[in-house]
């Protein structure tokens, strides 16, 4: 009694995932259809083959784009069906096993494609920046492509857009505790940064450069000596930003091509770390905070330096390479087009924009992609 068998199957399979009775009653509907014989002509040999016209014998009608998908679809449902351990009466439960492929399988996995393609593509554009610009700032990338910031001037307006955002964020969280009674800052524990510093000024010293530590001694002691008392938590990180600022007017001058001899953006750079762990060690919540204002500021400058610098070597080498080339085989139109996409791909700018579109299409993919599998699945 195969078809008792073969039902009682179904109906345990589709209980079992807790189906009802309507829903019971289609799979086994659908089950007496696929078992009917087909019916032939009462002429056989009229069935059996197509009849013959002046214009030549028909052809059998080739399948679609659409039915190829759906055939594929049906046999990854199927693989996916035997993958994940379904018993016999579980997989005659499953009505349309290419529904699982197009929901749950095939757009997650485009999606993540195009990601990791942009996430590539972001991280090469960071890698054509200044050697000392990525040592100061090595979460560039990784913050640039998750807050979606291109190294671009339109990118530098929104990263510093996003820094004052965070900024105004820590204010705030400061401000209630400070109000709520929080300790101050001790001097000492800012002072305690500048030893590598020092340290670093001492070994310069031996090699027969200027001594510098006097200098610093002396900042030291007039800093500890003015903020006697301790320093409120909001004064604190005011002093903090200035070091911040005046460091980076170092730096940024240092990849522009001046020269920096002197230890000055060095124990900026020191004292605002002091006055930043000192501060969250008082308020831990706000240390996620400055993480996020410090790589924003990373990726500000960034997005300044390959904005107005231009990598122009790289920029003219790519757009005359791919100019040249397309220009030979096609004319004037795809010559244009090849210089633009040469001079994208070779910038720290079009590389990173076209990460961060990557990304985007990443986002939206798996629903487009979800939609129209969907779509020629009910085309059925």
């Known amino acids: 009694m195969p078809r008792e068998d073969d039902i009682r199957r179904i109906v345990s399979g589709a209980r079992a995932k807790g189906l009802g009775d309507d829903q019971i009653r289609a799979l086994v509907a659908r089950y007496d259809e696929r078992q009917q014989p087909t019916q032939l002509p009462a002429d056989a040999t009229a069935g059996m083959m197509p009849q013959s016209t002046m214009a030549g014998d028909p052809q059998p009608a080739e399948p679609t784009t659409g039915d190829n998908i759906r055939d594929v679809l049906k046999w990854g449902g199927n693989v996916i069906a035997g993958m994940t351990g379904m018993g016999s009466a579980g997989r005659e439960a499953v009505e349309n096993p290419a529904y699982t492929l197009a929901t749950a399988v095939g757009p997650p996995a485009a999606g993540k494609v195009f990601t990791a393609a942009g996430k590539g593509a972001y991280k090469g554009g960071v890698a054509l920046l200044p050697r000392t610009l990525k040592q100061q700032h090595p979460n560039m990338a990784q913050t640039g492509f998750r807050e979606g910031i291109s190294l671009t001037r339109r990118g530098a307006k929104k990263a510093a857009r996003l820094t004052s955002e965070s900024r105004a964020q820590a204010d705030d969280m400061l401000a209630v505790a400070e109000q709520g009674g929080a300790a101050p800052v001790q001097p000492r524990r800012v002072v305690q940064s500048l030893r590598p510093v020092r340290d670093k000024m001492k070994n310069q010293a031996a090699l027969g450069l200027p001594d510098e530590t006097p200098a610093l001694a002396q900042r030291a002691a007039t800093f500890a000596k003015r903020n006697k008392g301790g320093l409120p938590l909001t004064k604190a990180q005011t002093l903090k930003r ?15 091509g001046a020269t920096i001899n002197s230890m000055e953006a060095l124990t900026n750079e020191a004292q605002a770390r002091g006055l930043r762990e000192g501060i969250e060690e008082i308020v831990p919540t706000v240390g996620p905070v400055n993480a996020r204002t410090r790589s924003l500021m990373g990726v500000a400058r960034g997005a300044e330096h390959a904005s107005e610098t ?11 390479g ?9 004319g004037l139109l795809p010559a244009v087009g090849g210089a633009a996409a ?8 079009g590389l990173t ?28």
């Not at 231009?310 to 005359?320: E, T, V």
């Not at 080339?325 to 096609?330: A, F, K, N």
């Not at 040469?342 to 700018?349: A, H, N, R, V, Y």
């Open 310 to 320: 231009g990598h122009i070597l790289s920029r003219l080498g790519g757009a005359a």
């Open 322 to 330: 791919t100019g040249a080339v397309l220009g030979s085989v096609g």
């Open 342 to 349: 040469g001079s994208m791909l070779t910038t720290p700018g």
């Open 242 to 256: 200035e070091a911040q600022d005046l460091a980076e007017t170092a730096y940024k001058a240092r990849d522009r």
């Open 353 to 380: 924009a076209l990460g961060v579109g990557l990304k985007g299409a990443g986002h939206y993919t798996p629903q487009m992609l979800r939609a129209a599998l969907l779509g020629l699945l009910a085309q059925e």
